[in-house]
């Protein structure tokens, strides 16, 4: 008998040995894949996941690993993606790229983290271009810095820093839509012009000798046309807007210093008028909806409508595109969003009693059974009560009583709660649904008639539980208002209709308000309480309704059931609505006929300083002789711009180049002389920085060159001068005229020549 319990001794202990060794390898296999998550769950991730890597390339046959792997792997990408976007919308882009590159030096083949780093590169380059326009806005140039603006806008209309740029921009602009041409400075010039009944073609040639501007002429244009004009000290660019649209003109600029003028028609319009192909991606409203909207207020000449790709295409004038990119930027943005924070929490009590005696309550009696003679030989002849007198009491063998008696002191309590706190991220007008609860299925039964009767049943789901409908709308004063329809419903018992049909008996409670809240405030909607309750009493009849035995004799059963539901949401504001500013809700349009035409406005005047009449008025609406314009005789010589212009008007140089250059490149600087007469010629001394940019043509690169302008010059009045970037770092230079001489070779004498402003460039 010892051998026999040494033997079962040595084979248990032996079993227990193996499942030890058997489980000390499989924790030895799969260490790495359990320490790998203990460091992802303390935010190690990069060593964790190669812990995860390292057990799958050990194990690769296990799908344990490779599905944790692919789950957590997808969990830590979703996690830093958030943080990252986080960082980028709050203007911290540092931290940005850093959680970017993080992602990408985990998961190389990640899409949106590759896409973050790229919105992050045109982040800075749009900060760079506002800087830039900031830069134009401080040297007084609003033209230059609006136009960058806008470019920024037209990639990203929700780029903060131009948006808070071009609200200060418009306020500085009184039309900060006109895209006009610049031309030479001699079109800002003040002069003083007096004609009565003169052509057309006189006026435009004094214009053109006085301001240094080349006029070409339709051929419809009729240049004997008589005008009349009287002007004191006002700038060309004025008189010519007023006789062009007093003649029903209009112009086009064919380079700094020449204008074409046509007849203002239809026809002429679509001959020299230039339009623009122009392709607007539609970000968040329905293309089809803004295509409208264009074609209602600017009505547009032609529109190509993709609805694949959310875009429209374009093709108008300068004027027209420029007004439909202020519409779209403003009416192109994102819904706002909201996160609901939804606490729902349900209560139930439930409280039962069972107390009091449990008595008999019935007698059981049964008569003997009769004899086989007995029953065949009277079988059928007795009636019941002779029956009954020959059984007698002695007949009644089988008489029961129930002697057990029981007494109930039962209580029985139990409580639920149930916490539901869902987050959900919704848009403004949209619906938000929550369910906590479950789908009960209840049958329908459908009996097809004939000989074989063949019954079927068809299931259908009720919701059962906590229903919860949010539908927020979100208002500029960072307040949410909201539709809010809760439902609290539950089983009961089943109730059972024709055929076989069931159909489950549902309690429920509902609730509908409309409320206002805060962003970040709470409301508590409660109050939603069921109570019940059921009572049962079981007794001895007769004892059950005497008082004082009544609680003695009898049996209660007392059910008492208290449920209440208590709902707690938060809005949190992710992204509002922007409050256009009253520049950006108001803004020059144009006219019926041309949207997004230059309104034509001129400088002020002094009084009786300006008179024009349009072709074949004459002069009749001034014949007053104390203000006659047209009286030659009260015209001094030397208030007459035109009997010696070239003494009161001298030359003038004009260098123009650009803002901005790039480290090592190239650009261009012109050098015009204007408002010289043919017969002058003028040497000037241009300087630079020789260590900053490298003059392209040939020459020394000392840093300053000799320039001739004039007719009989090989460059006539105007030359370009290419410079390329030779600098290393960033920083600022200029180009500039340090001296400049004229002559008149005709009479020999010295012509005063007006130096240019020097261009100043920023290197970046």
């Not at 949410?480 to 809760?486: A, C, E, G, N, S």
Request: charged share 20%; hydrophobic share 40%.
């Amino acid at each position: 008998m010892k051998i026999w319990k040494f033997i079962v001794i040595t084979l248990l202990v032996m079993i227990v040995a193996g499942c030890a060794i058997n489980n000390k390898t499989f924790l030895n296999r799969n260490e790495n894949f359990s320490e790998g998550q203990k460091l992802i769950e303390q935010g190690q991730y990069e060593i964790g996941l190669e812990k995860i890597h390292q057990a799958l390339r050990e194990q690769p046959d296990e799908k344990e690993i490779r599905a944790v792997l692919i789950r957590l792997s997808d969990e830590i990408a979703n996690k830093l993606l958030f943080v990252a976007e986080n960082y980028r919308f709050s203007g911290d882009l540092v931290n940005a790229e850093k959680g970017y590159q993080r992602i990408l030096n985990m998961f190389p083949a990640n899409e949106r983290a590759k896409d973050g780093l790229e919105a992050i590169k045109t982040e800075r380059r749009h900060i760079a271009l506002v800087e830039t326009a900031k830069e134009h806005l401080a040297r007084n140039d609003v033209a230059q810095a609006e136009t960058i603006v806008r470019a920024v806008l037209q990639e990203n209309s929700q780029q903060t820093h131009a948006r808070q740029l071009i609200g200060q921009i418009n306020s500085m602009m009184v039309r900060p839509e006109v895209t006009d041409l610049a031309l030479e400075s001699a079109f800002k010039k003040n002069i003083s012009m007096e004609f009565k009944d003169t052509d057309m073609r006189s006026v435009f040639e004094i214009m053109s000798r006085t301001a240094g501007i080349n006029f070409v002429f339709d051929k419809d244009i009729r240049q004997e046309t008589k005008v009349s004009i009287f002007v004191r000290k006002n700038t060309v660019e004025d008189i010519l807007k007023l006789l062009l649209i007093t003649n029903q003109l209009a112009y086009k600029a064919l380079n700094s210093n020449t204008l074409l003028i046509y007849p203002n028609t239809p026809a002429k319009l679509k001959d020299y008028q230039e339009l623009v192909v122009k392709s607007f991606q539609v970000a968040y409203t329905d293309v089809k909806q803004m295509v409208a909207m264009v074609r209602g207020i600017v009505k547009a000449k032609d529109i190509y409508v993709n609805e694949q790709l959310n875009l429209f295409i374009m093709r108008d004038t300068l004027e027209a595109i420029r007004l439909t990119e202020r519409l779209v930027s403003l009416n192109d943005i994102a819904e706002p969003e909201v996160i609901l924070d939804v606490a729902i929490l349900e209560i139930s009590r439930n409280n039962n009693f069972l107390l009091g005696p449990n008595f008999p309550q019935q007698i059981t009696a049964a008569a003997a059974a009769t004899t086989a003679a007995t029953a065949g030989t009277g079988a059928g002849t007795l009636a019941g009560p002779v029956l009954l007198s020959q059984i007698g009491f002695h007949g009644l063998r089988s008489f029961a009583i129930n002697d057990k008696a029981t007494i109930d002191f039962k209580q029985s309590l139990s409580t639920g709660d149930i916490l539901a706190n869902p987050r959900i991220r919704v848009s403004n007008r949209e619906k938000a649904k929550i369910h906590v609860g479950e789908k009960r299925p209840f049958f329908t039964a459908n009996v097809q008639p004939g000989i074989n009767s063949i019954v079927t049943s068809t299931p259908t789901f009720i919701d059962l539980g906590v229903k919860l409908d949010v539908e927020p709308r979100i208002g500029l004063n960072n307040e949410v208002t909201m539709k809010v329809t809760l439902e609290v419903s539950n089983y009961i018992t089943d109730i059972k209709g024709p055929g076989e049909a069931v159909a489950p008996l549902v309690g429920t409670r509902n609730a509908e308000t409309l409320l206002t809240l805060k962003d970040g405030e709470t409301q508590v909607l409660a109050g939603l309480v069921e109570n019940r309750q059921i009572r049962a009493i079981d007794g001895i009849a007769g004892l059950f309704n005497i008082p004082g035995l009544d609680r003695l004799t009898s049996n209660q059963k007392v059910d008492r059931v208290k449920n209440e539901v208590v709902l707690l949401i938060t809005p949190h504001i992710v992204r509002t609505l922007p409050r256009p500013t009253n520049m950006e809700n108001e803004y020059h349009f144009g006219t019926a006929s041309e949207a997004g035409k230059l309104p034509v406005a001129i400088k002020k005047t002094n009084p009786q300083s300006l008179a024009i009449a349009p072709a074949g008025a004459g002069g009749g609406s001034m014949r007053s002789a104390a203000v006659n314009p047209f009286a030659a005789a009260e015209q001094s010589a030397d208030e007459n711009p035109f009997a010696s212009a070239a003494s009161s008007m001298p030359p003038t140089l004009t260098l123009q180049g650009p803002a901005t250059v790039g480290l090592d490149k190239e650009f261009s600087v012109n050098v015009r002389m204007v408002g010289a007469k043919a017969t002058v010629n003028s040497d000037m001394q241009l300087s630079y920085d020789s260590n900053t940019l490298e003059l392209l043509d040939g020459g020394p690169k000392s840093g300053s060159r000799v320039l001739k302008l004039g007719q009989d010059q090989v460059l006539g009045m105007a030359t370009q001068l290419r410079f390329k970037v030779i600098a290393s770092n960033p920083g600022t230079t200029e180009v500039s005229v340090q001296s400049a001489t004229g002559e008149d070779i005709q009479t020999g004498d010295s012509v005063e020549v007006t130096l240019p402003t020097p261009v100043m460039i920023t290197i970046k």
